[in-house]
């Protein structure tokens, strides 16, 4: 099928390219001239396993074009996916200009049906508007073409996106016109194989379940932390809780991991954007207030108990710092805990000493200013005339370190674990001090 795509980001590339590889022609149109001219080239902005093989093969047998000029991509097209940002305004809510300035501009070309699929997560509602602003254009040049707009939400995740993207555990479709639903149903035929992973339903509910999965999720992250800060004043071991309540299938293993907090482009902004929505309509979301509450505050957990180790004096020393990234197998720094974690430590007057296995560009671009940073090329470099080591991105490659050869390079000994990589007494054993989050060494216990 043809197929054109607005936003070459994350969500819009790792679409149109496994679109492509499904045998479907796909243009990707952004407005970004320098970035148009890299992917042409071959070279992908972000570093996501497996994409760059796709891009590359797709593109030289001509199913994947870039460009930055929206009219013909839009009269190549039966499907036309608007995948550009939606950045958080002033109030977290989701700004969408980009999105309905892509609108606008269908309106304008648009010369027989299409159906047009909101992928970037969007408000509820988003649909509505985006049908308004192509309206609009074409009754300005009165043309009279049908079109339907669908909500088409991703389930994304940074690092798997690619996998995520060709067997997909579910394919939501909202709207309410069959032409609609009968092609997009064609295009996800083949990512759709063994059983039928199609839910249908109406464009506004569709629009929600995006949020509802993701505040879900982040829900879970801080209901586990909340627990770790309980372990932690009462001496419990929040890593043994974990496992207690995993076991419950309704409960279940999965993302319940206390740690240094969540971020990256997703979670953060989308608590905040939902909230944003239900005060809009007169609701007042407790719950999704906490979540970002206590997620805000676990971000500075690590710096508290680095200051507190060295009783609120940090002035001159230098922190070891192990992963960036907001998560392991991406470069991506948005709303990393290891931002807030450098920052409070530079306004204590410390010094980092980084290592990350891909963020350390990203990180340079960010930060190269400083000269209280240094990125270091691998682990131990980053140990050397370090004070103590922080762990912030569970990166595989720091699940085993030699903890002897870390007790010989640090001067005051101590672990600061943020996403409890460690058994406690295997760190304690090699004489270093181990704090984790919930367990471990308490510098906050009452009693
Ligand atoms: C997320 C959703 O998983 C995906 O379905 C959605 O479409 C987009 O947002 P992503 O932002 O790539 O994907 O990250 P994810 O792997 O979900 O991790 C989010 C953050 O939560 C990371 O910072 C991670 O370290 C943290 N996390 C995750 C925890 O702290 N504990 C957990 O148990 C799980």
Redesign the pocket.
């Known amino acids: 099928m043809k197929v054109t795509l607005f936003g070459t980001g994350y969500v819009g590339l790792v679409t149109g390219a496994c679109l492509a590889e499904m045998g479907n022609h796909v243009v990707c149109v952004d407005i970004d001239q320098a970035k148009v001219e890299r992917l042409e080239r071959g070279e992908i902005p972000i570093f996501e396993p497996g994409l760059e093989p796709i891009v590359r093969r797709n593109h030289a047998n001509g199913q994947l074009e870039f460009t930055t000029e929206a009219a013909p991509a839009i009269g190549h097209a039966q499907i036309i996916f608007i995948a550009v940002g939606t950045p958080p305004d002033e109030d977290g809510s989701a700004d969408l200009q980009y999105v309905l300035g892509v609108a606008r501009s269908i309106g304008q070309h648009l010369d027989r049906y299409a159906v047009i699929v909101n992928k970037s997560t969007v408000p509820v509602g988003t649909a509505d508007r985006v049908r308004k602003a192509v309206a609009e254009e074409l009754a300005a040049r009165g043309a009279n073409i049908e079109f339907d707009v669908v909500s088409n939400p991703?389930?994304?995740?940074?690092?798997d996106a690619v996998e995520d993207c060709l067997r997909p555990d579910r394919i939501v479709i909202g709207t309410s016109s069959e032409r609609a639903v009968d092609l997009l149903r064609k295009l996800y035929a083949p990512f759709n194989r063994n059983h039928d992973r199609t839910v249908v339903m109406d464009v506004r509910s569709a629009e929600l379940t995006k949020y509802a999965?993701?505040a879900m999720?982040a829900t879970?992250?801080s209901f586990?932390n909340e627990i770790a800060n309980i372990a932690e004043r009462v001496g419990a071991d929040v890593e043994l809780v974990r496992q207690g309540i995993g076991s419950d299938p309704r409960i279940g293993y999965h993302?319940?991991?206390p740690?240094a907090?969540?971020?990256?482009?997703?979670?953060p902004k989308d608590v905040q954007a939902l909230e944003r929505t239900a005060r809009a309509v007169g609701y007042e979301a407790r719950l999704l207030g906490a979540v970002e509450a206590v997620n805000h505050d676990q971000k500075a957990k690590l710096f508290e108990f680095i200051q507190r180790y060295f009783h609120g004096d940090l002035h001159g020393r230098t922190i070891a710092l192990w992963g960036l990234a907001?998560?392991p197998n991406t470069d991506d720094m948005r709303e990393a805990s290891s931002r807030r974690l450098m920052e409070a430590l530079w306004s204590a007057g410390a010094k980092v000493r980084a290592f990350d296995p891909e963020a350390r560009e990203e990180t340079q671009r960010l930060y190269g200013h400083r000269d209280d940073m240094v990125l270091c090329d691998n682990a131990y470099q980053a140990l050397e005339g370090a004070d103590v080591l922080a762990i912030v991105t569970?990166w595989k490659a720091f699940r085993s370190p030699d903890f002897a050869r870390i007790r010989a390079m640090l001067k005051a000994p101590a672990i600061f674990d943020g996403r409890n990589l460690y058994e406690p007494e295997a760190v304690e054993e090699a004489g270093l001090a181990y704090y984790g989050i919930g367990r471990g060494r308490s510098l906050l216990r009452s009693e």
Request: charged share 25%; glycine share 20%.
């Open positions: 991703e389930f994304l995740k940074e690092g999965a993701n999720l879970k992250i586990m993302f319940i991991y740690g907090g969540y971020g990256g482009s997703c979670f907001f998560k569970e």
